[in-house]
């Protein structure tokens, strides 16, 4: 009888973007609590990040568009903004950065990304709808022969915290809040894509600042909370394996039609 257990990838996002975060990344590689990692290319520690990733070949690298290359930018900032203002401009510079930033990856590697996402959310409307032109610029630079997952678009994205809620003092999810959001789930037909924040400091009691929404203390919870999570077995008992976006894209391969021919 084939194997009917729905599908959960555990991704990191920010892979790349400061030490913090790339330690807790190859700590949670080694526990076995993630299945993906995106790199954000153009950012300090992106090489460093791939060169020791190397190591769990069994995590998926994809690349984490970053719509300014530099530091990182919240959806709701002045990069954002300003897309907002001018769609035609600010799709210019998506699809130019999209383009950009997975020939750096496909050049440092020599190899495709297996999946992607975005730092911002400047790659949908204002209606959560992914751009039709952003998925396009993705699948003409790896090739466009189902070999990459677009995160969104071909997953469900879910949380077990947000940064927001962090501040306000509510911690991570429970195993069993977590187990009823994956039973409660009704999207069958997509792998559920976990999205993660994990941070570390260097060195014990050392004091790092980030950048962004998630502060390394927000990132130290998040990492906490999926090890809670992971080694409850909450996900079994939800009737979901954890599987890798190249093993999962393995899968879907056998059944992808290829490019249409005239």
């Known amino acids: 009888m084939p194997e009917r257990k ?18 807790a990344t190859l700590q949670a590689a080694e526990e076995g609590l993630v299945t993906g990692a995106d790199v954000m290319m153009g950012q300090p520690t992106a090489k460093y990040a791939i060169d020791e990733m190397r190591e769990y070949p069994d995590v998926s690298l994809g690349v984490h568009i970053n719509f300014s290359p530099g530091v990182a930018q919240r959806s709701n900032g ?5 897309f907002r203002s001018d769609p035609e401009g600010g799709m210019a510079q998506l699809i130019t950065q999209t383009r950009r930033q997975i020939g750096a990856f496909q050049d440092m590697t020599g ?5 992607i996402s975005t730092h911002n959310h400047t790659h949908t409307n204002l209606g959560g709808q992914v751009f039709p032109q952003f998925i396009e610029a993705v699948l003409d630079t790896v090739g466009g022969d189902g070999a990459t997952l677009i995160r969104g678009v071909d997953t469900q994205q879910i949380r077990h915290c947000r940064a927001t809620t962090l501040k306000q003092g509510q911690p991570p999810l429970s195993p069993k809040a977590f187990g009823q959001l994956l039973q409660a789930n009704e999207h069958v037909d997509k792998p559920l894509d976990l999205l993660v924040h994990p941070g570390l400091p260097l060195h014990p009691n050392q004091f790092v600042m980030l950048s962004d929404d998630y502060t390394l203390d927000m990132r130290q919870q ?3 909370g999926l090890r809670t999570i992971i080694k409850s077995g909450v996900v079994e008992q939800a009737d979901y394996k954890l599987v890798s976006p190249t093993e999962w894209l393995t899968r879907r391969s056998k059944k992808w039609p290829g490019p249409k021919t005239k």
């Open 222 to 224: 998040d990492l906490a």
């Open 111 to 115: 190899q495709d990304p297996h999946h």
């Open 6 to 23: 729905r599908i959960l990838m555990p991704i990191v996002d920010d892979f790349g973007l400061f030490s913090a975060t790339d330690r």
């Open 78 to 82: 002045s990069e954002a903004l300003a």
